[in-house]
């Protein structure tokens, strides 16, 4: 019972290794990424302080040389003030939500450039201010799946209260767009 088991187990591990494995067109962006970033206050309460995001990133090609989609971030994290204003309220947590155009300029099989701006769509507490913010990324390609961006956001308060400033590095990996079978071969007739 044992060996027809494994030998059953075998069979089906074989079977899976051998299916042909779809190729990946990278041209299209459909990743994800992950940031850490460093709130600055300058305003109400100047403090300083670590937050963590992760985000869906998606671009479609337009032609040979750019491709347009859009992104999407969730992030959070603290600050906390310089001098003590008060004795009990003297960490703030951040959150934010945002989305933004996501475009790769360039020769998108060669390590394409990547721009990212987001016009105040999304939203933001800071220091349990409602703010909006606004933001760009640049960044490039380091292999055909791995990217690395830069960013910086202002976040615009709705009450006037708090400025903030947030710089912030972001790593992203590409999974890509699966090709069918008739892609792929209509593409290879062409090359």
């Avoid at 769509?121 to 909006?132: E, Q, S």
Wanted: some cysteine; charged content about 20%; overall charge positive.
């Amino acid at each position: 019972m044992r060996k027809s088991i494994i030998l059953l187990a075998l069979v089906c591990c074989m079977t899976a290794l051998a299916q042909e494995k779809k190729e990946h067109d990278y041209t299209t962006l459909k990743g994800l990424s992950w940031g850490a970033g460093f709130p600055i206050e300058y305003r109400d309460l100047p403090g300083m302080g670590t937050s963590a995001n992760i985000g869906y990133d998606c671009a479609y090609k337009v032609n040979d040389r750019f491709a347009m989609g859009f992104y999407l971030t969730l992030g959070g994290g603290y600050w906390s003030e310089f001098k003590k204003y008060s004795e009990f309220d003297h960490y703030h947590i951040t959150f934010r939500l945002n989305a933004g155009l996501m475009m790769q300029i360039g020769d998108l099989t060669n390590k394409p450039f990547l721009l990212g701006v987001c016009p105040a769509t999304g939203f933001g507490f800071y220091d349990m201010d409602l703010v909006l913010p606004m933001e760009v990324r640049f960044g490039r390609y380091v292999n055909k799946r791995w990217y690395i961006m830069g960013e910086c956001a202002y976040h615009i308060s709705l009450a006037g209260e708090t400025a903030t400033i947030e710089p912030a590095i972001r790593v992203g990996c590409n999974f890509g767009r699966k090709v069918k079978k008739k892609e792929s071969a209509v593409e290879g007739g062409l090359n």
